[in-house]
């Protein structure tokens, strides 16, 4: 039995796990240069009531880019709307804020530099965001040192930092 199971995992989920979520980057010099000259690069530090850390952006990353992509069938991200925490990069979940019992968070308020580092397209393999997306890239070590203050991984999940901009509409 114990067998079966493990044979099942390698040969079923495990091609899944390995592909699921890798961006392949995309040159595109007119999206990159709309970020670079028309958006900041910084937003402010937010924090939901239900934990979830983020640095919230105007919602232009989105509205403003979302044309520019030359793929069809791509929408808003399905948080992008007015309950919702709209564009944004995640600093930490609400997983790892709620296990930390809310820890006092250091920078709340206040204004995080980042920089755009590539654009990309992502295989999303089973996500509730859809089975693709379009993302911004992002470096910042400030993001890194807040979640090093909070007793975290410098990355989530070790993925790279980023701002999903456009998902497969569903």
């Known amino acids: ?14 091609p899944f796990l390995a592909f699921a979520a890798v961006p392949v980057v995309i040159e595109d010099p007119q999206i990159l240069s709309y970020v670079d000259k028309k958006l ?8 939901s009531k239900e934990g979830f850390l983020y640095i919230e952006l105007p919602k232009e990353y989105i509205l403003g880019l979302l044309p520019l992509i030359s793929q069809s069938g791509f929408c808003p991200p399905p ?3 007015q309950d919702k925490v709209g564009a944004h990069i995640t600093v930490a979940t609400t997983k790892e804020i709620t296990d930390l019992n809310f820890p ?7 204004s995080i530099p980042f920089s755009i580092v ?19 890239i992002i470096d910042s ?10 007793g975290l991984s410098p990355k989530i ?12 509409c569903k």
């Open 141 to 150: 070590p400030q993001i890194m040192e807040i979640r090093k203050k909070l």
């Open 1 to 14: 039995m114990k067998f079966c199971k493990r044979f099942i995992f390698y040969v079923f989920l495990l």
């Open 40 to 47: 900041p690069h910084e937003g402010i530090l937010k924090q």
């Open 104 to 110: 006092n968070v250091p920078y709340l308020g206040e």
């Open 79 to 81: 948080y992008f709307n």
């Open 118 to 136: 590539n654009f990309s397209h992502v295989q999303l393999g089973n996500s509730s965001l859809g089975s693709e997306a379009y993302e911004l």
């Open 157 to 168: 999940k070790g993925y790279d930092f980023h701002i999903t901009v456009a998902v497969k």
